[in-house]
């Protein structure tokens, strides 16, 4: 009986034997490697600390959320609709889990997480509750009144009005640099698409760029062989990056990085509608709302710092003789290239945000990505920031710019701006007051970045960012001078004992595997059950070492068949 209990006890690790071990057991090294490779990414795709809320910091320009699970848009125009929008920090500590649209830039706005605009159920967890003064309860605070929204609010988005999908949607959209709010008849910095600004329904310009299909229409055998070689063709443009990638792997490029590049050629091929000025030759845009919304500034369209008119009518776009940069406005526009909102790791930020891929979204001013460097940009180029030189002051520009074209004096346009328009805008007395109202006329924006997301190596990681050792160590740090000295004497003699237990498995180059950490911490503490398992594994172990591996030897003797 008690040979068959032991041959039943041993059979069993034996079924699940070394090779079965191996593949879900790791080395201390390759966990911690695999541990480094994920904390990388997560940087990688969140590389700004998320632990502060910007509500303290008031009225400012940053990067908003929409929250659609907390906040959703209306299912009919009769149906009354809260808009909120939710800073960087909440929309990954508090909204972490919800269906969220990112906004890119908003200026003068506060958050509303945690306000009267959220759900109870859904509070700030990074603001202090202050009636309280507990943390992460916060909830039924008072919004900003100044605070302003738009349909982008409802995931809807340009004068189409129609919600973006990041899988669906191709090509690019250009946020308007903004000069009012929709109640003051602006579109409050909405995103445009380009076939939207010049006349063309999106249906009407999706058909026009299609390709057509290929073949001959004479014979099916015809469509046959025509369908083969488009089938070698694919198959030849698909298999050729994967050539190029282990070729340049070995040269030390990683594989992705090609298939990275063929993708952003792929996406890059989506050409702009006829009428819209090329990329290179303006740097910020004005759509027609805000333009009718703000008719003085019609008379800059075609004067220098400003591109011709865009018309709303396609017809008139088209009539236009096509129209290149001066040499002096293309010296200034070599070093102003269009900027993405968020580089690489611009995404539609929703529950499944870090995988979704990019949206070709653009943004025409203060991007997060370049806030920093524009800030510093404009420290060491500008001397006087908003007062120019004298007679700028004195003498009128509007007086002597060119009248407008005839069709314009009619029909609505949007108005394009190259990288030095602000030089050439009248500051007379007569005419500042209409650009005080809008100071991203005057001056470039700063934009609030969050501190960024540093590396164990670098610095102190954000509440929540940094990697279990780093977080260990910060409190480690914080704790008074005595529990402190009592903690790593604790640790040091832990440290002992489990380099001891895990020398064998190092000498022997074996797996650790969880059973054996598990026994090894159930015999640490002082488990009864743990030492008594322990014991009956050892015991086991040696009776198994003493047999002669025949028909007795309970381990041997399974496998005997291979």
């Known amino acids: 009986m008690a040979d068959s209990q032991f041959t039943t006890a041993s059979t069993k690790p034996r079924t699940s034997s070394m090779s079965q071990a191996s593949e879900s057991s790791q080395t201390a090294a390759e966990f911690i490697k695999e541990q480094l490779s994920l904390e990388a990414e997560a940087r990688e795709a969140l590389p700004y600390q998320f632990d502060t809320c910007t509500r303290n910091l008031g009225p400012i320009r940053q990067s908003l959320y929409a929250c659609l699970t907390c906040s959703p848009p209306p299912a009919s125009a009769a149906q009354v609709h809260t808009p909120a929008g939710v800073c960087y920090s909440c929309s990954i500590s508090c909204h972490g889990e919800h269906t969220l649209v990112e906004l890119f830039n908003k200026r003068n706005f506060v958050c509303d997480c945690g306000t009267t605009r959220m759900p109870e159920n859904a509070p700030c967890t990074l603001r202090h509750n202050s009636k309280t003064g507990q943390k992460g309860v916060v909830t039924g605070e008072e919004a900003a009144k100044s605070n302003r929204y738009n349909q982008n609010f409802k995931n809807r988005f340009c004068g189409c009005g129609e919600d973006y999908d990041a899988h669906q949607e191709k090509g690019t959209m250009f946020q ?279 590396d164990g190596e670098e610095g102190a990681q954000s509440v929540g960012t940094g990697s279990i050792l780093d977080r260990g160590e910060a409190a480690f740090n914080n704790m008074d001078r005595v529990r402190a000295i009592q903690g790593a004497m604790a640790y040091a003699q832990l440290k002992d004992k489990v380099s001891a237990f895990l020398k064998p498995f190092a000498e022997s180059g074996k797996a650790v595997g969880a059973e054996d950490v598990k026994a090894y911490f159930e015999k640490l503490r002082g488990d009864d059950q743990g030492i008594q398992e322990a014991a009956v594994g050892a015991k086991e172990s040696r009776k198994d070492g003493e047999g002669d591996g025949g028909a007795d030897g309970s381990h041997r003797k399974e496998q005997s068949g291979y």
């Open 176 to 454: 308007c640099l903004g000069l009012g709010t929709v109640d003051e008849g602006g579109c409050g910095e909405d995103w445009w698409h380009p076939e939207c600004l010049v006349g063309f329904t999106r249906e009407e310009y999706a058909n026009s760029i299609e390709k057509p299909e290929t073949g001959d229409s004479s014979g099916t055998n015809t469509n046959n062989e025509a369908n083969g070689e488009v089938k070698n063709e694919e198959e030849t443009t698909t298999a050729t990056p994967i050539l190029n990638a282990a070729a340049l792997e070995s040269n030390g490029v990683d594989g992705n990085d090609v298939v990275a590049e063929a993708e952003q050629v792929e996406d890059e091929d989506s050409p702009l509608p006829p009428g819209f000025p090329p990329e290179d030759d303006f740097d910020h845009f004005l759509c027609y709302k805000c333009v009718e919304a703000n008719p003085w500034i019609k008379k800059y369209a075609g004067s220098p710092g400003f591109l011709p008119p865009v018309y709303t009518e396609k017809a008139l776009n088209a009539a236009l003789p096509t129209e290149t940069s001066t040499s002096a406005d293309a010296a200034t526009t070599g070093d102003s290239r269009k900027r993405k909102a968020s580089d690489e790791d611009e995404v539609e930020h929703t529950n499944a945000s870090l995988s979704v891929p990019a949206p070709t979204k653009r943004q025409k001013s203060g991007d997060r990505s370049g806030a920093l460097s524009s800030i510093l940009e404009d420290a060491t180029t500008s001397t006087l920031p908003i007062t120019p030189k004298n007679e700028d002051i004195t003498t009128c520009k509007l007086a002597s710019l060119p009248p407008l074209p005839t069709p314009a004096l009619a029909n609505s346009f949007s108005l394009f701006l190259k990288p030095d328009f602000r030089d050439h805008l009248c500051r007379c007395v007569t005419h500042f007051p209409l650009l005080k109202p809008h100071p991203q006329l005057l001056e470039e924006e700063d934009t609030y970045e969050p501190p960024i997301s540093e």
